[in-house]
């Protein structure tokens, strides 16, 4: 899934450069060079976004958009897991609530996106943030560079909130410079962007960014009916699970806040804080809570 997405971010990136070049030559002009350098013409289905840049005389503007992956995302990961049984809900002597089932499955929602899957929508593979973005150039092909901010998300924010930050869109919709909005994105990791800049004060300068990257997704809708859906389709097999963060006693203290050491000739234990929960005896981890009919 996560592979395609970014595939999508990255793909045609040589092809919309050859749309919105202003010398239609470069093709014309590699087709007469050797062997070698021809591997990097502009095919737009079969040329990967790696390949170098087509070379170009000192006359002709660069216009050629590539988009690299840089750093990946860091996948949201489970420090613990558990199991909810559907059966064992609201029964004397068990944790599952409809309350708690509720609760899950708002958080099971927010982390899936709606696609053209069987089952009609796939687990995020990477955190999704709500991204007002005002835009600053078209990359082509619905990619945006922006300027953007998100809220911090994951345990301990992995992915940091950005502020007035530059980034780069994947939108659903076609749109223009200047236009702003707010979609959901999901973070599919720190790519490296060569473009010619066309904003001020940067324009005509050929550069090299490295920005977080979002693509647009939508995200199922937390209502009644998608419980039941859901519900329907944990009982019928489906393998469903949601990662939650979760308040928990701390395990190296117990609870207590602090830990005991013995003193040398004295009856009372030395009392140390607990630097894993900061003395508040709880600790906040990541939990993946999987769904059992
Ligand atoms: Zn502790």
Same mark, same amino acid.
Request: charged share 20%.
């Given at each position: 899934?996560?592979?395609?997405?970014?595939?999508?971010?990255?793909?045609?990136?040589?092809?919309?450069?050859?749309?919105?070049?202003?010398?239609?030559?470069?093709?014309?002009?590699?087709?007469?060079?050797? =062997?070698?350098?021809? =591997?990097?013409?502009?095919?737009?289905?079969?040329?990967?976004?790696?390949?170098?840049?087509?070379?170009?005389?000192?006359?002709?503007?660069?216009?050629?958009?590539?988009?690299?992956?840089?750093?990946?995302?860091?996948?949201?990961?489970?420090?613990?897991?558990?199991?909810?049984?559907?059966?064992?809900?609201?029964?004397?002597?068990?944790?599952?609530?409809?309350?708690?089932?509720?609760?899950?499955?708002?958080?099971? =929602?927010?982390?899936?996106?709606?696609?053209?899957?069987?089952?009609?929508?796939?687990?995020?593979?990477?955190?999704?943030?709500?991204?007002?973005?005002?835009?600053?150039?078209?990359?082509?092909?619905?990619?945006?560079?922006?300027?953007?901010?998100?809220? =911090?998300?994951?345990?301990?924010?992995?992915?940091?909130?950005?502020?007035?930050?530059?980034?780069?869109?994947?939108?659903?919709?076609?749109?223009?410079?200047?236009?702003?909005?707010?979609?959901?994105?999901?973070?599919?990791?720190?790519?490296?962007?060569?473009?010619?800049?066309?904003?001020?004060?940067?324009?005509?300068?050929?550069?090299?960014?490295?920005?977080?990257?979002?693509?647009?997704?939508?995200?199922?809708?937390?209502?009644?009916?998608?419980?039941?859906?859901?519900?329907?389709?944990?009982?019928?097999?489906?393998?469903?699970?949601?990662?939650?963060?979760?308040?928990?006693?701390?395990?190296?203290?117990?609870?207590?806040?602090?830990?005991?050491?013995?003193?040398?000739?004295?009856?009372?234990?030395?009392?140390?804080?607990?630097?894993?929960?900061?003395?508040?005896?709880?600790?906040?981890?990541?939990?993946?809570?999987?769904?059992?009919?």
């Amino acid at each position: 899934m996560i592979k395609r997405l970014l595939l999508v971010l990255l793909a045609s990136a040589v092809s919309a450069s050859a749309q919105t070049t202003a010398f239609g030559t470069k093709a014309t002009a590699n087709a007469a060079a050797p =062997a070698e350098t021809t =591997a990097t013409t502009p095919t737009p289905a079969t040329t990967p976004a790696t390949k170098a840049t087509p070379k170009v005389t000192e006359d002709e503007v660069d216009n050629t958009v590539v988009i690299t992956p840089f750093r990946a995302l860091t996948p949201p990961d489970a420090k613990s897991t558990r199991t909810f049984q559907l059966s064992k809900i609201n029964k004397l002597g068990f944790t599952e609530t409809t309350k708690e089932l509720q609760r899950l499955y708002s958080a099971f =929602a927010t982390q899936r996106i709606v696609d053209g899957s069987p089952t009609g929508s796939s687990k995020a593979t990477g955190y999704l943030a709500t991204v007002n973005y005002s835009l600053v150039q078209d990359l082509g092909d619905n990619r945006f560079l922006a300027k953007a901010a998100w809220p =911090a998300s994951g345990p301990n924010e992995v992915l940091a909130a950005g502020v007035d930050t530059m980034a780069i869109l994947l939108l659903e919709k076609p749109a223009k410079v200047g236009d702003t909005g707010k979609i959901t994105g999901m973070h599919v990791g720190t790519v490296a962007l060569l473009f010619t800049a066309t904003y001020p004060p940067l324009v005509g300068k050929r550069l090299t960014i490295r920005r977080e990257a979002f693509v647009e997704c939508v995200t199922l809708e937390d209502s009644a009916a998608g419980l039941r859906k859901f519900v329907e389709a944990v009982n019928a097999g489906a393998e469903m699970s949601t990662t939650t963060n979760e308040q928990i006693t701390c395990k190296k203290c117990g609870g207590l806040g602090f830990t005991r050491e013995a003193q040398k000739g004295q009856l009372l234990d030395k009392r140390v804080p607990c630097a894993d929960c900061a003395s508040s005896g709880k600790v906040i981890i990541s939990v993946e809570t999987k769904f059992a009919p």
